[in-house]
């Protein structure tokens, strides 16, 4: 069974950093794609970026420039660090694993920004 662990959600200043981290129970080297997605109250899951096998990423555009998504296979850990937040960041993050035929989700971490 795959699980997927999300940490460091956190309540951030505008203009501040966090970095979340996604724990999988599996190897993640052969998983073809893994992503970060957000949700707001009252509204649809919306993606945020993700990261093929070999390595190639991509993000929504409300985030290019701010977030970076990589890996680290040796740990099987995904990241998403995030830089320049903004109010309209705050929501929560969710980590994403494609695994043929199915979709795993982890639980989510509350992200916050606000002075």
């Known amino acids: 069974q795959v699980r997927l662990v999300e940490s460091g959600g956190d309540l951030v200043q505008p203009g501040g950093s966090l970095r979340l981290s996604c724990a999988a129970s599996?190897?993640?080297?052969?998983?073809?794609?893994m992503g970060w997605y957000r949700q707001y109250p009252g509204k649809e899951r919306e993606f945020v970026a993700d990261?093929?096998?070999?390595?190639?990423?991509d993000y929504a555009d409300s985030v290019k420039g701010r977030f970076t998504i990589s890996k680290d296979n040796a740990k099987n850990t995904l990241y998403l660090q995030m830089d320049s937040l903004k109010p309209e960041d705050t929501a929560v993050y969710y980590c994403?694993?494609?695994?043929?035929?199915?979709?795993?989700w982890g639980q989510g971490t509350q992200v916050t920004v606000s002075s």
């Open positions: 994403n694993a494609e695994i043929s035929p199915w979709d795993y």
């Open positions: 990261i093929d096998r070999a390595g190639t990423a």
């Open positions: 599996v190897s993640i080297s052969k998983i073809y794609n």
